[in-house]
C-alpha cells in the first residue's frame, strides 16, 4: 500500500486536517508508505514542506510542487498535478481531507483517472473497504472498492483523531519536476480573491468547545452574546444554517450536513431546534447541552443535558457563573 | 448560449428515512420524492440566468427510472423548456452519472452545465467536478453567487463557499457550476404553469442511445442505522448544568 496525500498548508504550515489524513492512511494496512503532496509557490511553501517533513513519524516522503499555477487552490491545475505525479509514482491511495479544497479537487482527479473516489470517509474497515455517512447521517454505508486504479479517498477529518506525537522523525523532501507538467494552452480559471473572516478564535473544525447559536437569537447583536460565552470558555463559534441565512454570521460558521462538522468535547447549542441537517454536524460530540425555550425540540433529543429556558437569560448566567478557562 | 441543469429526484428533505432490515439500503417505497433541493436552486439559477438575457433555452435533465419524469415535469412547471429523461436504475454511481452527463453535452453544446453541489440521499458531492473534468471544462463549485458577464466576454464570476470564506473565482465558458444553498431561493410553480408544463416536450433516451460505459467499481456492502446516542437527562438551572459539566461530565 502506498498513499499520496493532498497536502493543505497555509502561511508556511500544514493544516490540522492534512494531519488527521495522515492518521487515516495508516488505517489502510501494514507497511503503508505516505508520501505528502505539497503544492503552491514561493518561500511559504517552502516552509510547510519543511514542517510536512516531520508533521507525522509515518510520513516518509514530501512531495513539493512549487510554480505560479498553484499560487491559488483551483482545481484544474491541481487535479492535473495530482494525476502527473500519479503518472511518475505508482500510487494504489489517494487521499485528501473532506474540506471544501479536498471535496472540490479530488472528484476530479477521480474523473481524470476513469475510478469512483469514496467521499467522507468516517471509518477505515481495510485496504478497500470504507465506512461513510448517508442521508445526512441517518444512515452509515459500508462500500467496497473493486476497481482497478488508484483508490480515491477524501476523508472526515473528525473521524481521524490525532494523537499528540513523541517520535520525531524527518521525511525526505523532493522538488517535483515540472518541466514536462502540460497545461492546457491557457487557464480558462482565474482566481479573483478572497474574503476571509479574521478571528482570534479557536478552528471550528478542531476546537475542544463548540457555542452555537440558531435563529433565535434574532439579530446580529444578540449574536455577540454567543462569542462571548465562546470567549469565556476558550471554544469556537458555530450557527445553524438559518441563522447563517438570517445574516447573523458568515457562512463558513455553519455547522450540519453542508457545513463543517464537529466533533468538540463540549458542544452547547442556544436557540438551535436541532433540524436533521444539523444534528448530521455534531453527532460525533462528547457531550452536548442544549438550551432552547420549546421542550419539543428535537435537539433535547440528541442532547446529553437540556435546560428548557429562554436563551437570553441563560447566557448572561452562565457568562457570570461559568469558571474562566483553564 | 444554452444551458444544462442536472435534477436529482430524492428522497423528500422532511422524511426521516429508514433502514431497511435487510441492510440492502434504505426504504424508498411509499415514501415522499421530490426534486433534490440543491438541484432545485441550480435550476432556479438558471432560469434567472435566461430572464436576464444572457440564456436562450434551459434543458433540464434526469437520470433515473421512469418516475423522474415527476421530477422533470416539477422542473419544466418552475420555467425550463425542455427535458431529458435517461432511462436508468437508480444504483449508478456519479461517475456513470457524469459520463451520461458528458455524452449529452457533447450533443446539446450547452455553455453551461449547473448542478446541485450534493444529492440529500448520497451526499456524495461529486458529479459535477467529475462531469467537469471529463469534459476538461473549469469547475466552480459550491456557489452561493453567480454572475455572468456579457455574451462576448464568455465568462462567469462565481463566489463560492469555502471553508475559510468566500472564494471568486472567474471561469471561461463552457464550464460547470454546482450550487450551495444560499445562491437563491428556488420558485414555486403556479398553476397555470404546471398546466402549461405538461405540453412541453420530455425526449427519453436510453444508455445505449448515449453509449456510456456503465461499469461500476464500488459495491454497498451494507446499511446500517448509526448508533444512538444515549438519552440525556434535562436539568432545571443555570446552577445544575454548571455543576453536572463541571463535576459529572469535566468539560469545564
Given at each position: 500500500?502506498?498513499?499520496?496525500?493532498?497536502?493543505?498548508h497555509?502561511?508556511?504550515?500544514?493544516?490540522p486536517?492534512?494531519?488527521?489524513?495522515?492518521?487515516?492512511?495508516?488505517?489502510l494496512?501494514?507497511s503503508?508508505?505516505v508520501?505528502?503532496?505539497?503544492?503552491?509557490?514561493?518561500?511559504s511553501?517552502?516552509?510547510?514542506?519543511?514542517?510536512?517533513?516531520?508533521?507525522?513519524?509515518?510520513?516518509?516522503?514530501?512531495?513539493?510542487?512549487?510554480?505560479?499555477?498553484?499560487?491559488?487552490?483551483?482545481?484544474?491545475p491541481?487535479?492535473?498535478?495530482?494525476?502527473?505525479?500519479?503518472?511518475?509514482?505508482?500510487?494504489?491511495?489517494?487521499?485528501?481531507?473532506?474540506?471544501?479544497?479536498?471535496?472540490?479537487?479530488?472528484p476530479?482527479?477521480?474523473?481524470?483517472?476513469?475510478?469512483?473516489?469514496?467521499?467522507?470517509?468516517?471509518k477505515?474497515l481495510?485496504?478497500?473497504?470504507?465506512?461513510?455517512?448517508?442521508?445526512?447521517?441517518?444512515?452509515?454505508?459500508?462500500v467496497?472498492?473493486?476497481?482497478?486504479?488508484?483508490?480515491?479517498?477524501?476523508?472526515?477529518?473528525?473521524?481521524f483523531?490525532?494523537?499528540?506525537?513523541?517520535?520525531?522523525?524527518?521525511?525526505?523532501?523532493?522538488?517535483?519536476?515540472?518541466?514536462?507538467?502540460?497545461?492546457?494552452?491557457?487557464?480558462?480559471?482565474?482566481?479573483?480573491?478572497?474574503?476571509?473572516?479574521?478571528?482570534?478564535?479557536?478552528?471550528?473544525?478542531?476546537?475542544?468547545?463548540?457555542?452555537?447559536g440558531?435563529?433565535?437569537?434574532?439579530s446580529?447583536?444578540?449574536?455577540?452574546?454567543?462569542?462571548?460565552?465562546?470567549?469565556?470558555?476558550?471554544?469556537?463559534?458555530?450557527?445553524?444554517?438559518?441563522?447563517?441565512?438570517?445574516?447573523?454570521?458568515?457562512?463558513?460558521?455553519?455547522?450540519?450536513?453542508?457545513?463543517?462538522?464537529?466533533?468538540?468535547?463540549l458542544?452547547?447549542?442556544?436557540?438551535?431546534?436541532?433540524?436533521?441537517?444539523?444534528?448530521?454536524?455534531?453527532k460525533?460530540?462528547?457531550?452536548?447541552?442544549?438550551?432552547?425555550?420549546?421542550?419539543?425540540?428535537?435537539?433535547?433529543?440528541?442532547?446529553?443535558?437540556?435546560?428548557?429556558?429562554?436563551?437570553?437569560?441563560?447566557?448572561?448566567?452562565?457568562?457570570?457563573k461559568?469558571?474562566?478557562k483553564? | 448560449?444554452?444551458?444544462?441543469?442536472?435534477?436529482?429526484?430524492?428522497?423528500?428533505?422532511?422524511?426521516?428515512?429508514?433502514?431497511?432490515?435487510?441492510?440492502?439500503?434504505?426504504?424508498?417505497?411509499?415514501?415522499?420524492?421530490?426534486?433534490?433541493?440543491?438541484?432545485?436552486?441550480?435550476?432556479?439559477?438558471?432560469?434567472?440566468?435566461?430572464e436576464?438575457?444572457?440564456?436562450?433555452e434551459?434543458?433540464?435533465?434526469?437520470?433515473?427510472?421512469?418516475?423522474?419524469?415527476?421530477?422533470?415535469?416539477?422542473?419544466?412547471?418552475?420555467?425550463?423548456?425542455?427535458?431529458?429523461?435517461?432511462?436508468?436504475?437508480?444504483?449508478?454511481?456519479?461517475?456513470?452519472?457524469?459520463?451520461i452527463?458528458?455524452?449529452?453535452?457533447?450533443?446539446?453544446?450547452?455553455?453551461?452545465?449547473?448542478?446541485?453541489?450534493?444529492?440529500?440521499?448520497?451526499?456524495?458531492?461529486?458529479?459535477?467536478?467529475?462531469?467537469?473534468?471529463?469534459?476538461?471544462?473549469?469547475?466552480?463549485?459550491?456557489?452561493?453567487?453567480v454572475?455572468?458577464?456579457?455574451?462576448?466576454?464568455?465568462?462567469?464570476?462565481?463566489?463560492?463557499?469555502?471553508?475559510?470564506?468566500?472564494?471568486?473565482?472567474?471561469?471561461?465558458?463552457?464550464?460547470?457550476?454546482?450550487?450551495?444553498?444560499?445562491l437563491?431561493?428556488?420558485?414555486?410553480?403556479?398553476?397555470?404553469?404546471?398546466?402549461?408544463?405538461?405540453?412541453?416536450?420530455?425526449?427519453k433516451?436510453?444508455?445505449?442511445?448515449?453509449?456510456?460505459?456503465?461499469?461500476?467499481?464500488?459495491?454497498?456492502?451494507?446499511?446500517?442505522?448509526?448508533?444512538?446516542?444515549?438519552?440525556?437527562?434535562?436539568?432545571?438551572?443555570?446552577?445544575?448544568?454548571?455543576?453536572?459539566?463541571?463535576?459529572?461530565?469535566?468539560?469545564?
Amino acid at each position: 500500500i502506498s498513499t499520496l496525500i493532498l497536502a493543505e498548508h497555509e502561511s508556511g504550515s500544514i493544516k490540522p486536517q492534512t494531519v488527521s489524513t495522515v492518521v487515516a492512511a495508516n488505517h489502510l494496512g501494514e507497511s503503508s508508505s505516505v508520501s505528502l503532496l505539497l503544492a503552491g509557490s514561493g518561500s511559504s511553501l517552502q516552509e510547510a514542506a519543511s514542517q510536512a517533513a516531520s508533521c507525522h513519524p509515518s510520513v516518509s516522503e514530501v512531495l513539493v510542487a512549487d510554480s505560479y499555477r498553484f499560487e491559488y487552490p483551483l482545481a484544474e491545475p491541481w487535479a492535473k498535478l495530482v494525476d502527473f505525479v500519479r503518472q511518475q509514482r505508482d500510487y494504489s491511495h489517494i487521499l485528501a481531507s473532506s474540506s471544501s479544497f479536498g471535496k472540490n479537487i479530488l472528484p476530479r482527479v477521480a474523473a481524470l483517472l476513469d475510478v469512483s473516489p469514496v467521499t467522507d470517509v468516517v471509518k477505515i474497515l481495510g485496504s478497500n473497504e470504507f465506512i461513510r455517512p448517508i442521508y445526512a447521517g441517518n444512515a452509515l454505508c459500508r462500500v467496497r472498492y473493486t476497481g482497478a486504479g488508484p483508490c480515491v479517498l477524501t476523508i472526515r477529518t473528525t473521524s481521524f483523531p490525532v494523537t499528540p506525537i513523541t517520535e520525531s522523525k524527518k521525511a525526505t523532501i523532493s522538488q517535483i519536476d515540472l518541466s514536462k507538467f502540460k497545461e492546457d494552452a491557457v487557464s480558462r480559471s482565474r482566481y479573483v480573491g478572497q474574503s476571509t473572516q479574521d478571528t482570534e478564535r479557536p478552528d471550528l473544525g478542531s476546537a475542544r468547545v463548540v457555542i452555537t447559536g440558531g435563529r433565535a437569537l434574532k439579530s446580529v447583536e444578540n449574536f455577540k452574546m454567543i462569542e462571548k460565552l465562546a470567549e469565556k470558555l476558550g471554544g469556537a463559534v458555530g450557527a445553524t444554517r438559518a441563522a447563517v441565512d438570517a445574516g447573523y454570521v458568515p457562512n463558513d460558521l455553519q455547522v450540519g450536513q453542508t457545513g463543517k462538522i464537529v466533533a468538540p468535547e463540549l458542544y452547547m447549542a442556544f436557540g438551535v431546534s436541532g433540524a436533521i441537517q444539523h444534528l448530521a454536524g455534531i453527532k460525533d460530540s462528547k457531550v452536548i447541552v442544549a438550551v432552547n425555550k420549546d421542550a419539543d425540540a428535537p435537539i433535547f433529543q440528541v442532547a446529553d443535558y437540556g435546560l428548557v429556558g429562554d436563551l437570553f437569560e441563560v447566557i448572561p448566567e452562565l457568562l457570570e457563573k461559568l469558571p474562566e478557562k483553564k | 448560449m444554452k444551458i444544462l441543469v442536472a435534477v436529482k429526484r430524492v428522497v423528500d428533505y422532511a422524511v426521516k428515512i429508514r433502514v431497511k432490515p435487510d441492510k440492502t439500503g434504505v426504504d424508498t417505497q411509499n415514501v415522499k420524492m421530490s426534486m433534490n433541493p440543491f438541484c432545485e436552486i441550480a435550476l432556479e439559477e438558471a432560469l434567472r440566468i435566461k430572464e436576464a438575457g444572457f440564456a436562450k433555452e434551459v434543458v433540464a435533465v434526469s437520470i433515473g427510472p421512469s418516475q423522474c419524469v415527476d421530477t422533470l415535469r416539477t422542473g419544466l412547471a418552475m420555467g425550463a423548456d425542455r427535458g431529458i429523461h435517461v432511462e436508468a436504475s437508480y444504483s449508478f454511481l456519479p461517475l456513470t452519472i457524469a459520463k451520461i452527463l458528458k455524452s449529452l453535452a457533447d450533443v446539446e453544446n450547452p455553455g453551461l452545465i449547473f448542478l446541485g453541489k450534493q444529492a440529500i440521499d448520497d451526499d456524495c458531492n461529486q458529479t459535477g467536478q467529475m462531469v467537469a473534468a471529463l469534459l476538461g471544462w473549469p469547475q466552480a463549485t459550491f456557489a452561493s453567487k453567480v454572475v455572468v458577464l456579457d455574451k462576448d466576454k464568455q465568462s462567469a464570476t462565481v463566489d463560492r463557499e469555502v471553508d475559510g470564506g468566500l472564494e471568486t473565482l472567474s471561469v471561461d465558458l463552457p464550464a460547470v457550476i454546482t450550487t450551495d444553498l444560499r445562491l437563491n431561493q428556488p420558485r414555486y410553480a403556479t398553476l397555470p404553469n404546471i398546466m402549461k408544463a405538461k405540453s412541453k416536450p420530455i425526449k427519453k433516451m436510453t444508455l445505449e442511445d448515449l453509449k456510456v460505459d456503465t461499469k461500476s467499481d464500488i459495491e454497498i456492502v451494507e446499511v446500517t442505522e448509526p448508533p444512538k446516542r444515549k438519552s440525556g437527562v434535562i436539568v432545571s438551572s443555570v446552577d445544575e448544568l454548571i455543576d453536572k459539566l463541571k463535576n459529572e461530565a469535566h468539560v469545564v
